[in-house]
Each structure stands twice: as C-alpha cells, then as structure tokens.
C-alpha cells in the first residue's frame, strides 16, 4: 500500500541506513560485518569512548598465536586441583562422573565467557561487568567503584594463587631438603624459588618468550611428574603428598576436582587471539584460530592427563623394590621436583597479567624500579612464608575465589544481561511505513507464507538455543554455585 505523504519523510530516514530495503518486512537481515552497518548503528552507547579508558590499563595480553593461547588455557588445569587428585578418597563411580562433570561446566563457563565478549563487542573483563551492571554514562560513579572491584578481585585472585603454588612447590620439596641450610630450610627453598620466578614475572606482557616457554615447561613437567606418579602406583611406592600440609579441610574430596578444572582467566586469551580487545562481531576466524576449538581441545586433552590419577591410590606403606633401578632416593626426588616445576614455572603467567597497585606518580617517578610489580612480587613472597594456620586460611579463599570466579560469576552476568537489560540490537516494527518507492503492487512481506515460514522456523531454532542456554547457566548459578556455597559455609562453622 503507498505510503502516506506526511509518512514519506519518515519513512526515508527510516530506510537510509538499509539502502532501499522494504522496511516494512518483517524479518531484515543487517549483515553484521557490512563497514556500513558498523558505522550506521551504535551497538556500544558510546562506551567505547568512555572518559574512564583514558587511564585505564593497557591490555595485558597482546596478540598471541593460536598455540600459544591454547598452552594458556592447557596450563591452568594442570596445576594444583590436578596435582592432588590422587588424594581424593572416593569410589570410582562417585570420581569418574565428578571430574567429566566439572570438565563439561568448564567448558560451559569459557563458550558463555566467549559469548559474552562477542555480545557487548568488547573482549574486556572491565566492560563487561559495566555492560551488565552500569551501562549508562550517568553512572560514573558506579562504574569507577566496578572497575576498581574487578581490578582489586583480580588482583588478590592471583597473588594468593600464586601464593598457593608456591607454598605448595615448598612442602613437596622440604622432605628431600636438610631441616637448615644456611636459614631454616622453608625459607631458603622460599627465596630460592622467588629467585627463579622473579626474572619470568618481570616479562611485560604474557607475549615474552621467556613466560611462554616456561609455561610449556611447566606443562611438559605434569606430564613427567604424571609418567613418575604412574610408575609408583604400579610398584606400590606413590605415598600421600606433602602439600597437603598448607590446606584446610576444603581440600578433599570432590572440591579438589572442581577446583582442577577453575580457571585464571578467559576473556583476555580471546581478545589475544582476536589480537584486540574489541573483538569484530561475526568475523570467521581460520578454524586453528577458533577460540571454542582450542578451549573445547584444552579441556579435553586436561580430562585425559587427569583421568587416570582417579585409579591410583597412594599405600601406606609403600613397599620398596630393589630391583628397580628407581627405587630408593630417586624416584621421590623425580616426583618432587616435577610437581615443585608444574607448578613454580606457571607462576609468571599468573602474576603478570597482575593489575598494578596505585602508586603515585611522584613515587614513580623517583624509583627507577617498575615500583607496583616488586610490590606485588614482595606481597607474594612474604604470605608464601606465612605459617600452615594462615596459609590454610589464605588456600580457602583460593578456593572459593576460583569457585565464584569459574562456575559461578559467567552465569550471574549471562542472567543479568540477557534477562533484565534492555538488549543490544535494532528493532524494526512489523508496521513501519513503506518507503515511497516500493511499488504499490509489491507484495508485503509480512503476508508471504513462505518468508513466515522460515522465520517461525528461524525463532523457533532460536527459542530452543536459548531454553538450552538459560538451563546451562542456571543450573551453573543455583545447585552448582549456591550447593557449592553453601558446602563451603558448612565447612567452615564446622557443620560436616
């Protein structure tokens, strides 16, 4: 039908930015990576011109190749959770479902962590969190406190992450150590260790080679310390390891296996694949540069390095076999020094991407010294020397940290912004008028069988997608996450 003319002026200002299309259909595709349409919708409310990135930190990690961003997310689930595996007291059948169950959810938590970054455009944690909590610029306040938030959580998440690790690399090697060298023994194996790590921790950025070939090191070590652990379960020598000094009672049991599949970080190994922080939506990335590729390939190539330590049992009493040519002093001191390398070697990439602390810049600029990273590397050395009561404490809020942060903290955001924000996207009314030059007798799309058709299927399509989606994240959110909340707080008043 014509358009009307007191609609005629409308109607083409409504239909610019399509170049002609009948406005009036009642499905319009836009193609997302069209110069044009990027140029022509706002999808960002001008945040990406926010006053607040003028002094925000630069990204931590630059473009990174497909393999070096796959040992990023290989290493972190070979670590600590993995390490302590065979500690875990539990049945076969109760074991085995456990850790391909947490293994699934992680998966689940890096594709809703990619989503995410793809949906606000935006592969930052920071603008995330605003996307979600304080979209609008009238909100200033609000969202220097968020920013200051995820900093000053992801801050304290790595330090006493890496104060763990380290610890952890301490008490498995004190065993082999005389009770003094020089200064007690904890503390010399302590600097000892720092010693080592400090030279990898003042790398700039994740892309030096030195923090990229220790974190292979690190992982090459598991597997070493995993062929050593095999050969003791077999001749009967694996005994109860020593870490398990500087941990609570959270510690045990299936905890240890969600813990093993808790991630440091997602969003940024995305954006350094993409090689920016705001990734282009819709882009087809080479199939070796599929960020759900390599995620989905780490995660399962982890379930195989971890599956095995389910079978093996540590004995008592270990019978030692003197034929063997590993028996004795050796095999202890292969194992040790694997799972100490495991583990110290992986420090670097969890203190790097460290955010800095608010020094001022009249301080700075007096210290030669990058004055905010010897900080950060003095405030983990001295809590890794703190005694078993505080480091107890201090591996509890690891634990619940890397619980909150992996399982629980995707799914909140994903409800959030998907549930109760107005959402990121053009909608054109079924009766926006026509533009004057479509033809009187052209068929209106919205009675087309045909086009109605596809677009049912096409919603429906959509409609099952989501219902899959909002199942995922709310079993993430409520029997995951609260069960596992509320675990932890019956640990702690001592209640089971």
């Not at 995820?150 to 004190?174: E, Q, T």
Request: net charge positive.
């Amino acid at each position: 039908m014509p358009a009307s003319p007191r609609s005629s002026s409308s109607s083409e200002s409504l239909t610019s930015p399509i170049h002609g299309f009948d406005s009036s259909a009642a499905l319009i595709l836009v193609p997302d990576d069209d110069p044009a349409s990027s140029n022509s919708f706002d999808f960002t409310t001008d945040e990406d011109t926010d006053d607040d990135d003028s002094h925000a930190q630069p990204p931590s990690v630059p473009p990174l190749s497909s393999i070096t961003v796959f040992v990023y997310l290989l290493a972190p689930l070979l670590k600590l959770g993995a390490l302590l595996v065979p500690r875990v007291d539990f049945p076969f059948k109760v074991a085995i479902p456990a850790l391909l169950f947490f293994a699934g959810l992680s998966a689940l938590t890096r594709q809703i962590w990619y989503m995410l970054a793809r949906y606000v455009r935006r592969a930052d944690m920071e603008e995330i969190v605003l996307e979600t909590f304080a979209r609008e610029r009238a909100k200033e306040g609000r969202r220097w406190l968020l920013r200051q938030l995820v900093r000053i959580n992801s801050g304290v998440f790595r330090v006493l992450l890496s104060v763990m690790y380290l610890r952890a690399s301490v008490d498995i090697l004190l065993p082999l150590l005389p009770q003094r060298i020089l200064l007690p023994s904890h503390i010399t194996t302590t600097l000892v260790l720092g010693v080592i790590v400090l030279p990898l921790y003042l790398a700039p950025t994740l892309a030096a080679d030195r923090v990229i070939y220790a974190t292979w090191i690190s992982v090459a070590s598991y597997f070493a310390w995993l062929i050593c652990t095999a050969y003791a379960h077999a001749h009967g020598l694996l005994v109860p390891s020593a870490t398990a000094n500087s941990l609570s009672a959270f510690w045990q049991g299936i905890p240890t296996i969600a813990f093993a599949f808790t991630t440091v970080s997602t969003v940024p190994l995305y954006a350094a694949l993409r090689g920016t922080t705001q990734p282009m939506p819709n882009t087809r990335p080479k199939r070796l540069q599929s960020f759900k590729l390599l995620s989905l390939l780490s995660v399962a190539i982890a379930v195989l390095c971890i599956l095995p330590l389910v079978f093996f049992k540590v004995s008592d009493a270990p019978a030692l076999h003197e034929a063997s040519p590993l028996t004795g002093g050796a095999l202890p001191i292969l194992t040790a020094a694997f799972y100490a390398a495991s583990l110290t070697l992986f420090i670097p990439s969890i203190l790097v991407p460290t955010p800095g602390l608010p020094i001022p810049f009249s301080v700075r600029r007096i210290v030669l010294l990058p004055l905010s990273k010897v900080l950060v590397y003095c405030i983990t050395i001295g809590l890794s020397l703190a005694p078993s009561s505080v480091t107890a404490v201090l591996s509890d809020i690891v634990w619940v940290l890397a619980f909150l942060s992996t399982y629980m903290l995707p799914a909140f955001i994903h409800i959030i912004l998907h549930n109760f924000r107005r959402p990121l996207s053009i909608i054109i009314p079924p009766n926006t008028p026509v533009a004057p030059s479509a033809s009187s007798t052209h068929s209106d799309s919205r009675n087309d069988e045909l086009l109605q058709r596809k677009e049912r299927t096409l919603q429906r399509r959509r409609l099952g997608r989501r219902l899959v989606w909002d199942i995922g994240v709310w079993v993430l959110l409520v029997p995951v996450g609260g069960g596992g909340l509320v675990w932890a707080a019956g640990r702690v008043v001592g209640g089971w």
